[in-house]
């Protein structure tokens, strides 16, 4: 069954540094998208991408994040200056289609900021 | 009100156990309807679509009522490897957004 690949599975990394977290979504999907789980929370939708530009994005998704799909496979969350709560689960989704269709989640990058 | 709220649990039941999980969402212009499953420290991942009509797979079964803003999960025949946090899951949240909204999801324990 084809799967949602993320890299890498825990990034490390200090406060006010950038990271890049990527994925390789399902191949024929055309909807992607990024949430995260703080540690002990529920899981909070990030971003949704489709046709090269975002289409929708929550109020955490501020400034300081951006996406970008730089090739026919790879889909990328940067954070450029990390914050201590940034630290959080990171899942990267795709989907065939629109708001009727389930999403299918990677594994997840663990992101702990110090 | 919470946008989807489901009941924390722990649901702690014996082998071989019927559970029933109940979920409510808010906004009633919400499109499409999904149970997850996620394991400790592990991706969401689906378990089943939720239709009005209502829809079974193998032990488990969904229903919505859409009416009531109710989805509800059965698990017949509890087995030790259900025991998983079930994410009870809304789409096209207010009817213009792709975006899934999860609740805080039940904590089910199968006991041996």
């Known amino acids: ?114 | 009100r919470k946008e989807v709220e489901q009941d924390p649990g722990p649901f702690n039941v014996p082998e071989g156990a019927t559970v029933a999980f109940n979920c409510t969402y808010s906004n009633s212009a919400s499109q499409s309807f999904f149970w997850y499953r996620q394991d400790c420290r592990k991706e969401p991942k689906l378990l089943m679509s939720v239709y009005s009509s209502g829809n079974e797979d193998g032990r488990f079964t969904a229903q919505l009522n859409r009416a009531s803003q109710y989805i509800s999960l059965l698990i017949r025949d509890s087995k030790l490897s259900d025991s998983a946090t079930y994410l009870c899951v809304v789409g096209g949240y207010g009817g213009a957004t792709n975006k899934l909204i999860f609740g805080t999801g039940t904590l089910l324990a199968v006991q041996p």
């Open chain 1, 1 to 114: 069954e084809p799967e949602v690949t993320q890299t890498p599975s825990h990034q490390v990394t200090q406060m006010g540094q950038e990271v890049i977290l990527r994925c390789v979504p399902i191949s024929n999907h055309l909807y992607f998208y990024w949430y995260r789980q703080i540690l002990g929370q529920k899981v909070e939708f990030l971003v949704s991408f489709y046709n090269n530009e975002i289409s929708e994005k929550s109020e955490i998704f501020d400034d300081q994040f951006s996406v970008e799909r730089p090739d026919g496979s790879n889909f990328t969350l940067k954070i450029r200056s990390t914050k201590l709560e940034d630290s959080a689960m990171y899942f990267c989704a795709s989907g065939l289609g629109a708001g009727d269709q389930p999403q299918h989640f990677g594994d997840g990058t663990r992101l702990s900021i110090l």
